[in-house]
């Protein structure tokens, strides 16, 4: 893994300065702290800073690639898994490597088989540029379901983009300021798939590709999308499936993918919690392991959602070496500022605070590589917010009282998560539902976080809103075609996976704080071999008689612990502040810094008087706990979008980046060397 960046200048004489491509890899050091590199061809430049995994000789895995006719130029961050084998066939079809590095089968495929088939071969989890020279055009490209991040905005001169968001902001002439509707939907969580908060900035769609063209007018900038999420329609289903043949698929498909991601020139671990996806993943990479896995759990000091019990009896039962980090309420505020600035983007609970501490724990561990259990729930239906949507539209023949029945059990299950992972009250959206057939109840906490937003936002963004509707502008961003006579389970995995899975799971609690302490996590779940399968899988066998991940539960029961395997899904996340007396206190210090009139009257972004208002419901006692849950979050987002201002609007991105790359001694050449540094 490492961390791209770029400029896409709109005249191809007009050259780019070095040091700021330079800079532009320095502020993202934390993604590649084994080295960097740079180059610019016909008014294009990239850079890279590499965390070297693959090939570790850093002369021949420095980035940029150029090939030997200069035509392509490619900068890429990520990993191509079965890249042994392509690059082989590559070789024997006349191909020649300068590296060992699995990112150069990329140059060879596309200059062989073209974009298109190049994408269809390429496998895991990616986001690179790659330049074609003969038709002056540069293609961003986002791995399937957005493992990796990949962002661009447009200057008057060029087209900019990087891993970050930050990146982008080292360039001077990006603007740095919130959209009014990227500014409320920090405050509801759920974001506009393709969005950011700030103004101008886009993301590469996962499955995507982002081509810009240069020609006389300009300028050119097109979208393709060359992979999705499909699912079958509804009556392509089988009525009475063949349990055993989909549980023995899920098993080999897993398998595969475990096995390409064990693959690598450094150690690699295993990230453990108490559920089923992580113990499948350990349980699989020890059998197919030669030595011992090194196991890293996150415990909290609260029994309600500490998970180690069952992580120690896994490991145990795996002949892990076992590593746990146990954290404190406070802790994880105390750390909350440097971890927003890692995420770029609000977080409703404290559990990115957590793993991104996690991550630095790795990190000092020796490791470099995790395999993570992220993605089993989305293929195989693990929320509660699914099985709430399948007993609601999915499940013609159960009677009403059979419904009620269900939908209490799973609220009392849930009842820790109530406001946060399920809505408190039924908040539906006429867009959705137009769309879909129901508002997903995924979405629900969120959007009723809208009556909060609607006054917590300052004036001057109230009244560019007021006519906006954040349930539609996600609609609009949902492919129809992918929706239109789908099982009601499918869609709401659907709506999810284009939500939240990327948005949320991969984003502050994946690649983004993970990356902050230069450790790659792979989630094996993700692979779209296994993910292509899954999506096949009968819905009555991903929840059976009210058991979710039914199939994957039956494909992994011979390496469970036998209380995991019978355990109800348990959502992982941190206490949130209003459990713990010390966290409470730590939030309120936060607070009191990001939240002053001062402070909110400096940024422009809230209202003060809203702000007020939501922390005196949240500290008054006669206030319900599913609201208390729910405010918690809302007010993780107020002090978010505080915080991002102080980083990225209020700070001087630019002379940041510059400061960091003489901090690491990254220059272009002795002329952007201080005199006093120079040998």
Known sequence: ????????????????????????????????????????????????????????????????????DGNLMLTHNGEFYDFARIRAELTALGARFSSKSDSEIALHLYQRDGLETMLSQLRGEF?????????????????????????????????????????????????????SEGLYHQLIQVMVPGSTAFEGVHQVKPGHVVSIRRSQQGLQISEQCYWDVTFPYASEYETRPDEAHYIAGVRRHLLEAVQLRLTADVPVGCYLSGGIDSCAILGLSSAAAQSPIKAFTIGFDSTDYDETPIAREMAAATQADHHIMTLSGDELYDHFEQTLWHTERTIYNTLGVAKYLMSK???????????????????????????????????????????????????????????????????????????????????????????????????????????????????????????????????????????????QILTWGGDRVDMANSME??????????????????????????????????????????????????????????????????????????????????????????????????????????????????????LGVQILHQHFVATDVPKQAAELAIQYGWFADDEHCPAELRA
């Open 1 to 68: 893994m490492c961390g791209i960046a770029g400029i896409f200048q709109r005249s191809a004489t007009q050259s780019i300065d070095n040091q700021l491509l330079v800079n532009m890899a320095a502020i993202q050091y934390h993604r590649g702290p084994d080295g960097f590199g740079y180059a610019q061809q016909n008014g294009v430049g990239f850079s890279h800073a590499r965390l070297s995994i693959i090939d570790l000789n850093e002369r021949r895995g420095r980035q940029p690639f150029i090939t030997h």
């Open 127 to 179: 986001a690179f540029a790659l330049y074609d020279q003969a038709q002056d055009t540069l293609h961003l490209v986002r791995d399937r379901f957005g493992i990796k991040p990949l962002y661009y905005t447009q200057t008057e001169d060029a087209v900019v983009f990087g891993s970050e968001l930050k990146v982008l902001f080292a360039h001077p002439q990006v603007t740095r300021q919130f959209s």
């Open 361 to 503: 724990d790795v990190n000092g561990a020796g490791y470099k590589v995790v395999m993570t259990g992220e993605g089993s729930d989305e293929l195989f239906a693990g929320y509660p917010a699914f099985r709430q949507d399948l007993f609601l539209y999915g499940l013609e023949s159960l009677s009403h009282a059979e419904r009620e029945q269900w939908q209490a059990m799973l609220t009392q299950s849930n009842q820790l998560f109530k406001g946060a992972m399920l809505s408190r009250t039924e908040h539906h959206n006429d867009a959705l539902n137009q769309l879909i057939g129901f508002t997903p109840s995924c979405l629900q906490p969120w959007l009723s976080c809208c009556e909060f937003a609607d006054q917590l936002v300052a004036d001057t963004h109230r009244a560019q809103l007021r006519d906006y509707d954040a349930g539609q502008a996600i609609a609009q961003q949902l492919n129809p075609a992918q929706l239109a006579e789908r099982h009601p389970l499918d869609k709401a995995q659907y709506v999810w996976i284009k939500t939240m899975l990327e948005g």
């Open 521 to 638: 996590a792979r989630p094996a779940f993700l692979d779209h071999h296994l993910a292509e399968y899954a999506f096949r899988i009968p819905p009555q066998l991903r929840i059976k008689e009210r058991k979710e991940k039914y199939v994957l539960r039956e494909a992994m029961r011979g390496l469970l612990p036998d209380v995991l395997y019978r355990r109800e899904k348990f959502a992982f996340m941190a206490p949130p502040a209003h459990t713990d007396e010390k966290k409470w206190q730590a939030m309120c210090r936060l607070a009191d810094k990001y939240l002053s009139p001062q402070a909110i009257n400096d940024a422009g972004l809230l209202d003060q008087e809203a702000v007020e208002k939501v922390m005196r419901l949240h500290e008054d006692p006669a206030t319900e706990v599913s609201l208390k849950v729910q405010l918690d979050a809302v007010v993780n987002h107020l």
